[in-house]
């Protein structure tokens, strides 16, 4: 059983971190109109928004993504060592 969590764990944690990936590569190359953009937009926004208020943008630079990617990696292994 506790294979399987962490199984579904490293799981999420892999398609949380490519989502956010695919965000910021999108958002250099790709019109914001877009609609796959748009899409991505939808599904990775409310996770770095609250990230945003905390952490604001340093010169033109959003850290968020960075910083959303270390907190899921975190909280990935903190689930992993709590299962094991």
Same mark, same amino acid.
């Given at each position: 059983? &506790?294979?399987?969590?962490?199984?579904? /764990? &490293?799981? #999420?944690?892999?398609?949380? &971190?490519?989502? #956010?990936?695919?965000?910021? /590569?999108?958002?250099?190359?790709?019109?914001?109109?877009?609609? #796959?953009? %748009?899409?991505?937009? %939808?599904?990775?926004? !409310? =996770?770095?928004? !609250?990230?945003? %208020?905390? #952490? !604001?943008?340093?010169? =033109?630079?959003?850290?968020?993504?960075?910083?959303?990617?270390?907190?899921?990696?975190?909280?990935?292994?903190?689930?992993?060592?709590?299962? %094991?």
């Amino acid at each position: 059983m &506790n294979t399987l969590l962490v199984l579904i /764990i &490293n799981s #999420v944690a892999s398609l949380l &971190n490519l989502l #956010v990936l695919v965000y910021v /590569i999108l958002s250099y190359f790709m019109d914001p109109y877009h609609p #796959v953009r %748009r899409f991505v937009d %939808r599904l990775v926004e !409310p =996770m770095l928004s !609250p990230i945003r %208020r905390v #952490v !604001p943008l340093i010169g =033109m630079f959003d850290f968020s993504p960075f910083i959303f990617l270390i907190l899921v990696q975190f909280i990935q292994r903190v689930l992993i060592q709590i299962l %094991r």
